[in-house]
Nanobody, 124 residues
Framework: QLQLVESGGGLVQPGGSLRLSCAASGFTLDRYVIGWFRQAPGKEREGVSCISPSGGGTNYVDSVKGRFTISRDNAKNTVYLQMNSLKPEDTALYYC?????????????????WGQGTQVTVSS
């Protein structure tokens, strides 16, 4: 059974950093596009960043470009999201998800396997 588990969330001050991890079990990640998504209260879920199976292709939503970095270690069956210079507007529940579709945009509707999420709160 495909399972994704996110970790690494927490409370951080503005300007701080966090690294989220997305660990897979029941399948190997190396054939999947992995995406990080977030959902704040009262808002729609949005794609933050996606990474190709090889790790050679990535994309980011404009609001996190230059601050967030997605990476993957297929040997560890894990994908990471390094988040620097965090802002209060980054506060949300962060999810990772997997798809075998060939995609160019990081859209939630294209992903079928989801984790439970990890909360990120940016506040002073």
């Amino acid at each position: 059974q495909l399972q994704l588990v996110e970790s690494g969330g927490g409370l951080v001050q503005p300007g701080g950093s966090l690294r989220l991890s997305c660990a897979a079990s029941g399948f190997t990640l190396d054939r999947y596009v992995i995406g990080w998504f977030r959902q704040a209260p009262g808002k729609e879920r949005e794609g933050v960043s996606c990474i190709s199976p090889s790790g050679g292709g990535t994309n980011y939503v404009d609001s996190v470009k230059g601050r967030f970095t997605i990476s993957r270690d297929n040997a560890k069956n894990t994908v990471y999201l390094q988040m620097n210079s965090l802002k209060p507007e980054d506060t949300a529940l962060y999810y990772c998800a997997a798809t075998r579709l060939i995609i160019t945009l990081c859209r939630p509707a294209d992903f079928g396997s989801w984790g439970q999420g990890t909360q990120v709160t940016v506040s002073s």
